[in-house]
């Protein structure tokens, strides 16, 4: 689920307007941590790389927002030696840009210069025709954020502008004067549209996903009134355990008495937790499912996108719509 | 406020043994990831080589914690050459350990062949004698983390080893054989005890604690109860925002359409808020404050860590103990 | 022309076997410390995904050899979250890599745990069939280094082993027990076969290898005898100074003062250089050369590898083979 | 031996000036690739914290001059969070100061701006009054380059500017305006005057250094002229060598038949050579060198690091006092 639509749903919540209980995904820390962030410094180059054959080193980019997306674009373009700028509206996120190392800029104070113009606010009308005009020969503009509303394709469907499609997902816009701005997937999401995503990030999701929806359905009469929840720490932390084999990685354990001073189990949950998880005897059908994904991760033979989200919703259909609990 | 603490507070807090009401602090976001984050991240490389000159290029280092402090201490290192080890017991900040590109590991599999050691877990005991016994010669061992629980200084004071006071805050602990252990501040925290800390970054902390404490202060009678509260969001994007000049920082402002696009208001809070803030008409004062505080960062005049800490006290003292209010 | 190549020129001369005068393309710096480096930084990211969608983060890699091409290619994956292991065989090398924060190791220590194997060291035999035996399953195998000597690749095609094409320059290795390991290209460079190469780099090269023709046509009888040449260090200077428009740079100029005191023309050549550079009237015609590359690398727009190396080879052509001098 | 120094002895070389034989230091790459570059890396971030406690994040800094010195203090100024821009004079540098990631640019064009000045080019007066009237109030100015050339320090002694020593090594310059510019160390080296250096990468300068005099004392009569002479590539590389187990770095060795196809020996040199090694002895010289550099190892109190230097002792003591040469 996406941030914007996270909003979405809280504010139908709040106006007594949602007709069941639903779960935000988007804000538990799997999702937001690392397929926000990790997933989308792999894809932003990836995505790039595959449409344009750009070179990054050297290059100037303004990165349209800060929020884990954008800190996870900004940062893969720095480490390949790109010159990022930072736009934002949250002076929270904005000072963490700066403190990052990036300039935070208003957009009309850089967009002559750039090179490159990535959306990632969630927000629409980030990039306007009038930044559109005054942008130089040869920028590459496209959207990491929120489904296609954060550029104004629409003011490019105009009489004085041509169109030239170069290859699939990438339009040549041109200025009666002859300049060109590089348009990707016409400004809908670049890392769904032209990228693979990470199958292991995306298995993080996937998992956090199932238990999410399996939590929904298993859960006794009247626990979940017609609201928005958040999954409790300790599922995360599960989720996040059942994924570091694949880096070889070791956890340690808390002693008896470490736990103790802490005042935690030793199983965790290891943070604040105000949520209450069920029945646990799922965790080794979750395990399986698992398998399927870390198969998949492990060789990297995964062809595309379609594939994983057809796999995806697959398993949702078979929790959540058709009524059947797989597990049981 | 310290993490580790704030835990106290709660624990307390569920006892039923607060007998005011208090404020987690630590867990606003501009002290967790400002002053935790970006703090260490320039105290660790500060402390370590005043005490001890160390050069930071190709060292093999291992970070215990990779929480905000374990994440500003592991990526300065990183960042200077040294080759960094995480040890985590929550699967979720492991899991961010091994995507941001460090080995999660036991301590026991690297403590021989490492050549620094630090401690940023809030925990006890995460160093105990068993693992000083197995240092290599020459290994320094400090804490970042919590008061002076991380290492077990107190199963170094032993007969058979012995102590070498080299310089102020700087042990060498000698074994039998003659290998020696450099153990700063004897186990106390090193950023407070040996090294400088950013005023810019204190600032931060500091107007938000003296947000805090006026908040407290002028709540009407009942607001607030025995118990732990968090500041509003709205707020901590106020002392963000105070503090953007100082890096040349431009905001963005929503057009009248995004914000009404977003749910938002034009001024924010720009992120989920569950909090209520009173009067506003302290943001002048306020702004007085971080005056004094912008002029020393802006000139990095500021001698030591004793006078900030001095200054801050100063100011809560006025606000808080003695009953009296600056801004009235 | 590659390192390996060059090393073979020196043989050839010192053998007295070299018929021709001949110029170490690789060794001038805009060669070796771009295109090897630079190149490879981008290069290697782009090749490894779009053959097999890796994910980078938390990814052990080991990369033998760290020239150019292997400080390029380690450079990019530990900046995308791998863990990067080096091996090397020359001392200087070594040391930089433990300086720049990696773990010089041998290959038989880490074989077993490593994600990914790159050869970047411009020898044969680097990697084995009794390496290859001991990779764990899913590892991914490739060559940056020269030619298809460095991975033992015939080892492989052995009656025990299955082959299995997944796609276009991707093998499946299978072994008996199941086990596969990813060989890509066939152990043939990776760049050139399977990712773009970016055309700003390509440029610069292409142009220093044009400078050298040209020179090489130019010379007076005599000015070279049957020997291995580089080119003087004004002329990689002009290359390089052509190429900084591209990123809106602003090169300083010496005053005269300055210039005196360091005992430099202000027009360079900056560095020591030994050796001479004829007439100059050939700067307009190279500067027509190199809009025709801009005008491309401004846009983004090769389709591939292919059409830029007959460009090159095309101005080659009519340089030197055809004997005819396009500038005059 | 110091960059620009090195051009003077090539410059008297060139005028039949040189009345000895010399060795240019600074051109073998165990000085300039260690020493200029990971040196400055660590002391700049020393140097800056010890005198100003700065705080390095989001501020912006311009760096004069990229080559090794000024690659090093803009690496660890970036990696700490700085933003960097550079100046440079030769194009080459300049090049790749753009696909570093930074911004290229006169210095006129920021001095308005930024935070700090740092020169590195080995010039005289690339800082001069006009600029240091032109600074933001709080800018911080230093020396890593050569001598104290490169700021225009008399420039300031003027009466209408106020000194304020702050500090040792730090002075306050006074504008009528009341503006206050930070000068450290009155324009002398930075990293000799008011940072500690590892005493790991002096002494990889140092061996080699020792290495060089030795090979001159040892010269049987009419091998050097009076002339400058670079240290054969062998002996860096065993410079190297000595170095790596500090780093617990495992160098991986040539097969017979790997050696063959490269066409060198298995004990190296592993890079084209035109030097020969000779013998005899020199001990009173080396003496009296390993004085100044024990005394300068002693101020840098880590145990490890005077094992390091003991080490060392020990081997030259091998070398030159005992009359042994373990190279026969």
Known sequence: MHTTKSYRLYQLSKAGRLCVPAMNINDSVTKQKFDNLYCCRESILDGLKRLTDVMFGGKQVVVCGYGEVGKGCSAALKAMGSIVYITEVDPICALQACMDCFRLVKLNDVIRQVDMVITCTGNKNVVGRDYLDRMKNGCIVCNM???????????????????????????????????????????????????????????????????????????????????????????????????????????????????????????????????????????????????????KAGMNMNSNVIWRSSMFLWLTVRVFIAGTNPWK
Chains 1, 2, 3, 4 share one sequence.
Not at 184 to 191: D, I, K, M, P, S
Not at 264 to 277: A, E, H, I, S, V
């Open 145 to 295: 954020g929120h489904s296609n509303t954060e550029i104004d394709v629409a003011s490019l469907r105009s009489p004085e502008l041509t169109w030239e499609r170069v290859r699939s997902q990438v339009d040549h816009v041109i200025w009666p004067d002859g300049k060109r701005i590089i348009l990707l997937a016409e400004g809908h999401l670049l890392n769904l549209s032209c990228s693979t995503v990470p199958t292991f990030i995306l298995s993080i999701t996937a998992t956090t996903q199932v238990y999410y929806f399996y939590n929904l359905y298993n859960a006794p009469e009247g626990r979940y009134n017609k609201d928005v929840y958040l999954l409790p720490k300790k599922m995360d932390e599960f989720v996040a355990g059942l994924h570091l084999p694949t880096f070889d990685a070791h956890l340690t354990e808390l002693t008896d008495e470490q736990a103790k001073y802490l005042g935690l189990t030793k199983t965790g949950p290891f943070k604040p937790n105000y949520y209450r998880w069920g029945n646990t005897h799922t965790h080794s059908h979750l395990k399986h499912i698992m398998h399927i994904y870390t198969v």
